[in-house]
Structures are given as C-alpha cells and as structure tokens.
C-alpha cells in the first residue's frame, strides 16, 4: 500500500547514526548536550526538594555513606563531581540519580532495602543510568520518533491518504508499545548490570541486589504485563542479575581484598 512509503520515510527520518556507546558496548544515539543535561537534573533536583520535605540526620548520613563508597569508584569525569544527597519523606519505594550529579531517596526505599548492601543495589543501579547517558538517549529517541511520526503525517496529508487518521494513530501506539517501552526496559537491565558491577567494586555484597528484589515481591502488588510495561518484571530482573553474579562476585572479593569494607549505618 501507498502509505508503507510514507511509513519507510518516517523510519528513514528516525535512523540518525549513533554517535558513541555505553558502558556495556550498546551502541547509541545522543542528540543533547551534558551541559544541557546537567542544567535540567539541577532543575529537576530542585523541583524535588520544593514538593516533598527532606529529612536528616541519621537517615541522610546513611544513604551519603553509601553514595560516597560508589562515588568513589566512578571514572575520574564522574567521581569528581560535587555529588548532592538528599532523602525525602516519602512512602514510594523510589530513588534517583540524575546528570550533574544528584542522588535522591525516599524514606519509604530505606523500609524495603534493609541493609547497607540493598541500598548500595539501588544506589548503583540509578547511578548507572546516569554513567550510560540513559536520560540523554531516552530523550533523543523520543525526538527522533516524534519527527519521524511528524514526517509521515505530513506526508499522508499532503498525499490524501484514505484512512491517514487511523495510520497514524496505529503508528503512535507502535512507537510507544514497539520502540519506546522496550528501550525503556533496556535501559532497566543495563543499569542493573552497570549498578552490580558499581555495588560490587565499592565493596558491597552483590548478592544483596537479588534478596532487594525478593522483597519487592514480597511488599508489591501486582504487576501489568511486562511488554505493556517500563520496567521488566521482577523475576525478569531477578534472572539478569544472577545471569551476571559470578563476575559481580569475583569483583566484591577483589574490592575486599584492596580494603575496600564499607561500614554504613
């Protein structure tokens, strides 16, 4: 049909060539600049810090412990950055990491990570987004596809296309259920394995990250379907982090050995 031209126009349109890799060897495309990222994770810290009350003390100690022990085995560009740790009185099990250096966690995480080496999973696992550029490549995906989609619109209408209103519609709901969801989850599972290699090099027990997840289980409800989903499912995630333990765990005995032992309390 006419308007599968239309349709290989607009994936022509979205097959920028990728300019660089992440840290596991995946390939890339990243369109905006880390100046630019910086000053929107500055941006979106602060907007946190507006919408919930943080919290201090023994807390806010706790989780900068274990920040500093990952920090400190970041590349030389990430380690010396200014990292700035906050907590946030909140009952979602939920952290962040974003460019420029800041790190956030809500109370309620510290409930379900129980331990220096739980929290050091999290930690690792949302600082590895940031180490893989991951808001930097999510963000150019979705500009390359809304100009791809804008393209094959325009060339629909100009053409009068029967039935170019249902193409298009059918088209948004391949890019968001066949593109965007399924980088998400990508993204997901790179970060798991940046973050058990991040936990594992600071000296935290790699093994922590799987008990993490059980307790997700144990305190989560149910989940959607995983394809209709931006995250894999924890069993999914459960299977990747074992599929990676035994060289997570050769790295925690090195780190061991080098007298990396983190006492976080």
Same mark, same amino acid.
């Given at each position: 049909?006419?308007?599968?031209?239309?349709?290989?126009?607009?994936?022509?349109?979205?097959?920028?060539?990728?300019?660089?890799?992440?840290?596991?060897?995946?390939?890339?495309?990243?369109?905006?600049?880390?100046?630019?990222?910086?000053?929107?994770?500055?941006?979106?810290?602060?907007?946190?810090?507006?919408?919930?009350?943080?919290?201090?003390?023994?807390?806010?100690?706790?989780?900068?412990?274990?920040?500093?022990?990952?920090?400190?085995?970041?590349?030389?560009?990430?380690?010396?950055?200014?990292?700035?740790?906050?907590?946030?009185?909140?009952?979602?099990?939920?952290?962040?990491?974003?460019?420029?250096?800041?790190?956030?966690?809500?109370?309620?995480?510290?409930?379900?990570?129980?331990?220096?080496?739980?929290?050091?999973?999290?930690? +690792? %696992?949302? &600082?590895?987004?940031?180490? *893989?550029?991951?808001?930097?490549?999510? /963000?150019?995906? !979705?500009? =390359?596809? $809304?100009?791809?989609?804008?393209?094959?619109?325009?060339?629909?209408?100009?053409?009068?296309?029967?039935?170019?209103?249902?193409?298009?519609?059918?088209?948004?709901?391949?890019?968001?259920?066949?593109?965007?969801?399924?980088?998400?989850?990508?993204?997901?599972?790179?970060?798991?394995?940046?973050?058990?290699?991040?936990?594992?090099?600071?000296?935290?027990?790699?093994?922590?990250?799987?008990?993490?997840?059980?307790?997700?289980?144990?305190?989560?409800?149910?989940?959607?379907?995983?394809?209709?989903?931006?995250?894999?499912?924890? +069993? %999914?995630? &459960?299977?990747?982090?074992? *599929?990676?333990?035994?060289?997570?765990? /050769?790295?925690? !005995?090195? =780190?061991? $050995?080098?007298?990396?032992?983190?006492?976080?309390?």
């Amino acid at each position: 049909m006419r308007w599968m031209h239309y349709l290989a126009l607009g994936a022509l349109g979205v097959s920028l060539a990728a300019c660089t890799t992440s840290p596991t060897g995946r390939s890339q495309m990243l369109l905006m600049s880390e100046s630019d990222l910086s000053q929107m994770g500055a941006q979106a810290f602060a907007q946190y810090q507006q919408e919930l009350p943080t919290v201090g003390g023994a807390q806010l100690n706790y989780v900068q412990c274990v920040t500093n022990d990952i920090v400190a085995v970041l590349p030389p560009e990430q380690r010396d950055q200014n990292w700035q740790v906050k907590v946030f009185e909140s009952e979602d099990a939920n952290a962040f990491a974003l460019p420029g250096g800041y790190v956030g966690v809500n109370t309620g995480l510290l409930d379900i990570a129980t331990n220096q080496d739980q929290l050091a999973s999290v930690i +690792g %696992h949302e &600082i590895g987004h940031v180490l *893989a550029h991951h808001a930097n490549e999510r /963000a150019s995906t !979705q500009s =390359a596809t $809304q100009l791809g989609m804008s393209v094959v619109g325009t060339a629909l209408g100009a053409n009068g296309v029967a039935g170019s209103d249902q193409i298009m519609a059918a088209m948004g709901m391949g890019a968001q259920y066949g593109v965007m969801l399924p980088f998400s989850r990508s993204h997901e599972s790179e970060a798991d394995k940046i973050g058990l290699q991040l936990m594992a090099e600071a000296g935290f027990d790699p093994r922590a990250s799987i008990e993490l997840w059980h307790n997700m289980n144990a305190t989560g409800g149910g989940q959607p379907p995983e394809w209709m989903s931006t995250h894999p499912s924890h +069993g %999914h995630r &459960i299977d990747g982090l074992q *599929a990676n333990m035994d060289t997570a765990l /050769a790295q925690y !005995q090195r =780190a061991r $050995q080098a007298g990396r032992r983190p006492n976080c309390q």
